[in-house]
């Protein structure tokens, strides 16, 4: 997810390797809490919590949850695969946003399109556990709703290189580290910077906005098992957008800017059936 790292939601993802066995499908309830910028760029953060059921299903085709909220894998192999993903991202007030004061409300948004994930390398060492580096690429198409009505904001393009690691710690501490630069089309740069006539104040000048680079995401997560049954996660990211396509807007205010999230992963039910892949 490009727009809001905060809501790329990676609790349910225990960071399991190629041959691990896991349950099928499990259940269980999800608490988390993050804190990111309103939008890309943004000078002003807001905090989100969300306590919610949660369901895995690890099936050859469908699988729910675990890194996305769906994916439909069309291949699956032992290198590479392909999928259809969705994931999504929070709204924002204008009305608590300076910048924004004014200006229409930045809607929930959600992203779907195919991904192609590679594996580059596995990696196993002598008391850390094991690792695996990843190449996924990645193309969705960007909606934005205020849960009635919907609007196509454009299409992004977001490779991703990813690295796990499960052992880092312990046994089952797991290390997430991912670097993905995003390009996005205009209608998506327009969403977040574009200023028409109606909404140009004596602070906030008119202003199109172009397609193009959009910013580059470092994102640093680790999990452990606080219980046989309760997995806790910690997650930090730095998004990094100088010399993105519209640095010179007037809603474009900090070059750099940080997400924190934290929250809990608790199983309560789970199958007693086994299956290995990712």
Sequence with gaps: MIVASSANIKAQEEISLEDDLRPVWEAGIFAAAFNSPEYPAADQSQTNVIPSPYFIYRGK????????????VAIDKSWYELDLSLSGSFGANSDDNIAREGMPDLDFIFELGPQLKMRLAKIEFAEHGKGELFLNLQTRS???????????RGYVFQPEFKYLQ??????????????????????????FYQVDQDFVTEQRQLFDAKGGYFGTRLLLSVSFNA????????????SMHGGAANENSPLFLEQNTFSFSAGMVWRLWESDERVAGR
């Design 61 to 72: 085709t469908l699988r729910i949850g675990e890194g996305s909220i769906a994916r439909a």
């Design 142 to 152: 960007v909606f934005s709703t205020d849960f009635s009505g919907m609007d196509h």
């Design 166 to 191: 499960r052992g880092w710690l312990s046994e089952k501490t797991a290390l997430s580290i991912s670097l993905s630069p995003t390009w996005a089309t205009e209608k998506l740069h327009d969403y």
């Design 227 to 238: 219980t046989q049954d309760i997995r806790v996660f910690l997650g930090s990211s730095a």
